[in-house]
Each structure stands twice: as C-alpha cells, then as structure tokens.
C-alpha cells in the first residue's frame, strides 16, 4: 500500500501579528522524499510559517500537520518527527560541540549506545568530529551552520524544516550544505528549506513555493512554475523573455522590422546583434524567427533565454514589503 | 615447530578477577543511571564546571571561611580552649554560607533560564523531547547541585564551629536544613520569574525586583538564624517543636508544589492544560490546612476560639487569591484539552473544575470558600453537642461572631472575584486578558470597593473621625473587622449579613452563563491519526500470545 498522507501540510494557515497578516490562507503540502524550496523576499512570511510548523508558534486560524499529526493539538508527536533549523545559531557558552550535540540527543530521550551512536552519526556527516573538543561558540560562522544542521538531525527526524541554512557561507561552505541536503533528502526525509540563494534552491528542490505578503503565489516544480510564467507570457499579462538575434549585416534594419511586429519591445541594437523583449510562448517565438528568415533577414543566431528560477521569482513577485 | 609458533601467536585472555567485574558492574550502573539523569542537569553542571561565575563564588567562599576562621580564632583567643564559643563562630560561617545560597543560586537558577529565552536557546529545547516540568526539574537539580557543592565547601568550617562548643549538632543540621529550604524555595521563585516574560526590558526590571528580594530574604535569613541560635535550646525534646515542624514543612511542601507547577505552565504549550494540576495542588493545600486546624484545634490549643477565625481567614485569602488568578485563564478550552475530559457522571461531577477555565475556576474558589465555612460550622455544631457530654477542659466558643464572620467573609471573596470575572469577560470583548492583567483587575476592583468609602470619609466634616458605618459596607476588611471585634454581633452586623450574601448570589448568578457554558464542554475523539498511533504502539507493548510447549500448556 502506498503512503499517500504528506509529511507536511498546511491547511488554509493564517497568523496575524496585530493588522500584519504574516501568513494569509497559505496551503500546500509535501510528500515524503520531497525537498519543497520556500521562497520569498523579506517579510513575507517564511520563517512564521516554518515556527508553526516547529510548534514554537500558533496558528491564528488554519492547521498545519507534520506526518498527519496536528502542530497545534500534538506538538509532543510532532516534535520527535521534525528536525528544525532556525535562522539563528543558539549555541551555549561553556559546552563544546559534543557535549553540546550530546545535550540534545539526552533530550530527545536517546539512551546508552543509542545516544553515542547518534553523536558519532551526526558528527561524522556534518564533519565536526574534528572539532568535538571545540567550544560551540569559537565556531566559525560554516561551523556552526553545520552544528546547528546536526541538532537537527540527532533524532534522526523523518522531516527538516530548514529556515536558511547557507545563509552568509562562504560558496564553499555552501555547496557543502547543498550536498548534505541533497544526501538527505536522497535517503528518504521530506525537507522544507528556505533560502535567498534561489539558484542553489532550484538544483535541490522537487517543488518550490513562492510567497509574499503572506500570501502564496504560485507553487509546483521549478519546470512547472517556468512554464506558468510562460503562459502566463504567452496571454499577454506583461512578462516577456528576453531574445536575442544575430544577423550578418541588416542589424538596423532588423530593428526596425522588429518594431513593427507586436509583442516586441525594448529593442537594442549592437553592432550584429538585436535584443528585445518577447511577450510570446515558443511557438510565437518559432513563428517570429521563421517571418524574420522569410524578410530575408540572414539570421546566425536566436537565442531565448530560459526563464530562471530568479526571473521567474521576479516577475510572481512584486518587492512589497509588509 | 610449527604448532609451537601457532601457540604462541594466539593471546590469551585472562579471566577477570572479582574487583574488575565489581568495577565493571560499577561502570555499567553510573552509564545507566547518568543516562537517566535529567538532560539539563547535565549541561548545566558540565557549564558550571566551567564557567568563572562558579569558580569565583566557589573562591570566594573559601577564602572568606578561611578568613573568619582565622579571624574568629583570633578574637576567640585563649577562650578557645575553655570556653564555649561555637555558636558565635558558626554565625560567621552562616553569614558566609547563606549569601551564596539565599541570593547566587536563586538569582542563577532566574538567570539560567531568562538567559536561556535571551539567547533563544529555550526555543530548541523546548522542541526537543523535554517537557515543562523536566525543564524545570532540570533548573531545580542544578541549583540542589550547587547548593550541595557551597555546602560541602564550608561542611569542615561547620565541624569546627561543633568542637569548639556551644552549638549542638542537631541544631546546626536543623539550621542548615531550613537554609537550603530557603534557598530551594527562593530558587523556584527565581525560575518562575524566569518564565513570566522574555522581553528584556521586563527581564530587567524583574532582574532588580528580585534581587532586591534576595537581600531581603538574605537579610531575614540571618535574623532567624540569630534568633534560632538564641532560643532553640532544648526544644528538640519537646514534641510539640516537631509537630509545628512538620505543619511547616507541609505547608512548604504545598506552596513548593503551587510554583513548581505554575513555572511548568507557564513553559507549556500553549494548547496544553496549564490548570488542572495547580488545582489539584490549591486543594491539596485545602486539605492540609483543614487537617493541620483541626488538629491544633483539638488537641494542643483544646478549642481556642481564634482558631476558627484563623482558619477562615487563610483559606479565604488562599482562595481569593487563587480565585484572581483562575478568572484569568482563557475560557476557550483546545481539542488537545477536550480529549483529556472527564466524561462519566461522577467525573463530570466532581472534577469539571478542576478543568481550564475562569468560570470553572471561579466555582471551584467559591467551592473551596464554601467547604471551609461548612466544615467550621460542622465542627461547632459537633462541639458543642461534645460539650453537653464532657464539658471539663473544653472552652469552645461556638457563639458569637465566627459564624457570621465565616459567612461574610465567604460573601465578600464570592461578590469581588465575581465582579471582577465579570470586568475581565467584558474586557475580554475588546481585547486579550491574560492572567497577570485578570489579576490586576481583581486587585483593583477590590481596592474600590475598599477605596470608595474610605474617600467618602475623608473628604467629609461630618465622617471624618467617625466609626464604622454602613457606608462601609463595600470595605470587606473594615466590615469584617467590626463584625469580628466584639463578643456579640453588633446591629450593623445583622443588616450586613442579610445584605452581602444577597449581593454575592446575584453576583454568582450573573457568572451563572460563563460557568454553564464552559460546563458543556464535553469529551471529544482523538483525531484518527493520533489513534492509530496509539494503536499501534499498544500493539508493541502487548506481550505475545505464550507458544505451547506442552499438551498441558
């Protein structure tokens, strides 16, 4: 039989901070194995969200559920089922990163050989067995980043709630993030993982939810939201890709042939190549190139960039900050 | 040849002897006991160990006994040899001793977990496995362990203060019992500050509350230990002595118990139920001041008229107080809450306010006040029918004014937290209230009502010097003192008693509606995924069905 239930869930969740609606009617769920990148400017609502769904806040209205289990109503059950990284470090003066790590594996009830095993586990993948004996906060900023992921991991949880985890890392220190991530979700846990950097989130994610002012904006894989932004283009509601053409000789004239063609706009022209923006699917591009082709224009090159994760983020969102 | 170099490449272990097993068996014992001792317990000693607070104090306190003792022996002088100097000596030490542990480990336990919501390191325990209470118990067990260190520290000082005469050892263990008492009392009291806000601006005020608390409690420690000192001589014997002992340290065990439980709520979820177990301490408490009356009652004060007046008087400010605190609670009961129920008749009955809730906890004030009046007049009416058969010794007073005192009292506590239910519930319609602003509404009704008429007398010619009047009638202190300050109900008295209980039963039926509308919250199921869990851990703990062995199994 196969488990359909998701891992994590939000149900029509809202929470208000006096008249800030952090988080507006947002739903959406994950399934188990799934990496769902969150994303979102400042403010939007990310990290409330992510609270909720570690029980360190409630809900104004809505649910969300964690293995079917209610934040709300079962924090005791949900918290041996999530891992959750903040965006702060919380590390203890006087404790060293494996008395530190050991702390929290006794909290999560882990006794006797359990306990050291999963001490040794997480020191080993994150790669601080090097620095047991260090104290947690002489870390440097990747150290502590990755001690914070292996409190996280201690109870070997089936689902992470990771609220910028290569936030200020160095790209080093990043790719190593992204591959212990990668490593996590390809041995089974459901991950929801917020972070600026939307490229990094574009390689590691299945699915990606795009939110502002509380409200979600669009969600689904990263294809499948280039392709609603393409749609979207295509129906004229104002987002155009960026084209651009190389001629042997005519360049100036291929300007002024493409300003008469709808659904073209800021045109540039330099030396042999054109730029413009298109507001038009593939198929209008094709049709373009073939008319251009057919104006015996001596076309060497047509480049349609493909919208990136960061384009994409662009044009659903708009900058507002709540 | 080659089974010769076979033989000698293969190590032979020796079997091992009887101490290393015993080692061995010792071993496993401290793994498995450490392994049960509370999380928090064990990073708080290992940071101690470590951190210069500790080793300062640690420092200090042995110079300083070092220093008194050098000076004490000094000053002592040849006395020392013939005179009896002890106590003047472990006065010293106390003084050492005590400022640590009245004021570093209260202030460090209040500092440890305020440091924690700073630094929000609370938020990623409490997301652990760690419940309130093991949170708490943890914070608890690392001031008993300091307490215990500064303790042994200043132990050999102690021993000298004992060969050196004039202190007993009874009465230094007697001491040092009630100090770390204290210390353990004033502890909970910093971790329950702790809780009560994480704003920092609030942390610092309370910072200043408490540590000004500390000194006081640091100052009146060693005027009850000096006064110890001086009187305890011979007490040991008298039973007596042992009997207000144990009404103490029950007593203490009861208030102990009431804010270990409200720090842990204040810690808990927010969909937790918060209330349920200080109810059950609040009449606990009931219980044992009724019993410790009732006994002093009989048989060492052998009917003392003041006795019941006592009685009413701390049950009553035990349950106005308590009362002031349950009106604030939310009246909105969470599915988590709703699952844990009582669901029988006599469950329903009995235990529905012990359930969260202002109207719940209004009922159960107004039931504990009611209880102690009904057992007072029980209890006068039973002596008094013992009187008729053996009236040697007894001097009971079942007349005069106990009764009417019990009754007002009752009425006034009944009307004021009603009132101020009232207040909060309106409040409520426009705003949050939460427990410590319900409280405050509480305080100040009662203060109008006591304020009001007393405005009215002073700004008046004709009231000014004057004696009580009925205009005082809402002044519950001022009325129950004339009420009480005669042999003989005074007239005001009898238009009091018919007044006051009249006003608190309307009071009461208007809260009728809240109280009946959190009393139809009922039971409801655990969500399906919820019990499908349970199910299936059920079916973990079910033994196996026994395999037959044998026709006869």
Known sequence: MIDTRPMIELRHLHRYFGNTRA????????????????????GAGKTTSMRILASLDLPTAGDATIDGFSVVNDPDRVRHRLGFMPDYYGTYSNVNVYEYLDFFARAYQLRGSRRVDAVDRVMDFTGLDVLADKPTDGLSKGMKQRLCLGRALIHDPAVLVLDEPAAGLDPRARIEVRQMIRSLADNGKTILISSHILTELAEICDVVGII??????AMGSVEAIQQQAQEKAASGAGISNAVEVRVLGGAKAL?????EQPEVSQLQVNGEAVRFLHAGNLEAEADLLRAMIEAGFRVVAFGSKRQTLEDVFMQVTQGLVQ | MSSEVELSSIEVKAAPTAPARW?????????WGGDRLNPILVKETRQA??????????ALLLLCGWVWSILGVAMIGPDIWYGAQGADMFFGYYAILAFPLTVIVPFGAFRSLAGEQEDRTYELMSITGLGPRQIIRGKLGSAVLQMLIYLSAISPCLAFTYMLRGIDAPTILFILLYLSLGSLALSVIGLLAGTLTSEKHWQVVLSVVLIAGLFYAFGMSFLLAGVTLAELHGVFLQPEFWQANAAFLTGYAGYFALLFYAAAAQLSFTSDNRSTRLRITMVVQHVLLTGWMAWLWIWPAQGEEELPFVFLMFLGIHWWVMGALMTGESPELSPRVKRQLPQSFLGRVFLTWLNPGPGTGYMLAVSGMLAGLVTVGMALMLVKWIALWSPQNWRFNTAGTTLPFGILGFSYATFYLGLGLLVIRLLRRFTHV???????????????GCGVPMIIYMLSTYWYDADYSLLQITNPFWSLMHVVDRSALPPEGYVLLAIVPLAALLVFVLNLGGIVREVRNVRIAKPRRVAEEDAELAAVKVPPEPVKKSPWD
């Open chain 2, 434 to 448: 939460g427990i410590l602003l319900a409280a405050l509404v509480q305080v100040l009704v009662l203060l109008l």
């Open chain 1, 255 to 259: 300007g002024q042939w493409l300003a």
């Open chain 1, 212 to 217: 502002e002012r509380g409200k979600l904006l």
């Open chain 2, 49 to 58: 160990l470590k951190s210069r607070q500790f080793v300062i104090t640690f």
């Open chain 2, 23 to 31: 080692w061995a068996a010792v071993d496993r014992a401290m793994v």
């Open chain 1, 23 to 42: 988080v507006d009617d947002v739903s959406f769920a994950v399934h188990r194995g799934q990496v769902f990148g969150y994303i979102g400017p400042n």
